[in-house]
């Protein structure tokens, strides 16, 4: 009984039609999203003790928490790592609450725009499948990931990154009134993804964002004609780049990109700052085709697209801001779990 699990799953990129997988919008209007999973992670490790304790360590964060094996109170730190302990244990457990440890570590900072804070949730409900045993399959896996983090612990957000950390690869996904969400799996060739990847930069903008702001200020300008029809626009980008990956045709995936973009800033006024129109206004000046923040935007990771030859002069244009340079790999699978010997 005493086996140690660990287990992954992988960040993402939000292509194209992010803000849309929210509520009330994906409710009333129907959303649509392109996203890829790429070669970064989070993990969790989890091992039942002896020592008649739970231990919840957030190592990239240098947070630890430790209880008596009961229901936990959602308050102070970690409060994701709290949730998960009482959710796995009430609904899958007979509330008999395990001494247990929970060791986790991502490789992207939170607020970084790659889907951290439910990727973490995806691989530790991971691990406790595989300690549990759980039959859970990859939507019942996003949908609890999304109950916990939306519903019991009550943060802003959409339904994307759940199902990206969940499923992993290119997709496009749906998402309708009822929590109603559909996985469309894309089969693009290895040489599109190829050409994609060698013509983009990540960069860190260095500055992490609380995304439930954002979300929270798309969600109230709703009403607000101006945004709602951007919204409506970077939903339709989706579907047009979609279409322009699945043929191969770069050049028109990456002029959808600018007017996704430019629809993305409609939404809200905390989508882009001062230091992105910055960065946008260098790179585009050095030839850059395309650009665009991933996730809710404020921060966090940019998208930067650009011819491969040029690829060296963007980074080193790059350079004279406050931040990190990353190549895109992208990465097929989704959560994975094992046992430990």
């Not at 993990?43 to 240098?62: M, R």
């Not at 409060?79 to 609904?91: F, G, S």
Request: charged share 20%.
């Amino acid at each position: 009984m005493y086996k140690k699990v660990r287990s992954r799953a992988p960040l993402r990129l939000g292509l194209a039609g992010g803000g849309t997988d929210v509520s009330p919008y994906s409710d009333k209007y129907g959303g649509a999203v392109l996203n890829a999973t790429i070669n970064m992670f989070s993990y969790c490790t989890i091992s039942l003790n002896t020592a008649s304790k739970v231990y919840f360590n957030a190592q990239d964060l240098n947070i630890s928490f430790e209880s008596d094996p009961k229901l936990i109170e959602l308050d102070g730190d970690l409060i994701l790592h709290k949730a998960i302990y009482n959710k796995v244990m009430t609904r899958f457990n007979n509330s008999k609450f395990l001494p247990i440890n929970v060791l986790t570590h991502c490789d992207a900072p939170a607020g970084s725009g790659l889907g951290s804070s439910s990727t973490v949730v995806v691989s530790i409900l991971k691990a406790y499948q595989e300690l549990l045993n759980l039959p859970l399959g990859e939507y019942d896996l996003a949908h609890l990931a999304y109950e916990i983090e939306r519903i019991d612990c009550g943060f802003s957000g959409g339904k994307q990154d759940q199902y990206c950390a969940s499923f992993g690869g290119l997709n496009f996904m749906e998402f309708y009134e009822d929590d109603r969400v559909i996985v469309n799996p894309l089969r693009v060739k290895s040489t599109i993804l190829a050409e994609l990847e060698a013509s983009t930069l990540l960069f860190f903008t260095g500055v992490s964002r609380d995304s439930s702001n954002i979300i929270d200020d798309q969600v109230n300008a709703l009403e607000n004609d101006k945004c709602l029809q951007g919204l409506h626009k970077v939903k339709e980008t989706a579907f047009s780049m979609k279409e322009a990956i699945l043929k191969g045709d770069m050049v028109k995936f990456f002029s959808i990109q600018k007017d996704a973009w430019n629809a993305k800033k409609q939404t809200s006024t905390l989508i882009s700052n001062q230091q992105i129109e910055k960065i946008s206004s260098a790179v585009l000046l050095k030839g850059a085709l395309a650009l665009k923040v991933s996730g809710a935007g404020g921060g966090g990771f940019m998208m930067i697209y650009c011819n491969p030859d040029i690829k060296r002069n963007i980074t080193r244009t790059l350079e004279q801001f406050n931040g990190k340079v990353y190549n895109l790999n992208f990465s097929q699978e989704g959560a994975k779990s094992w046992v430990v010997n």
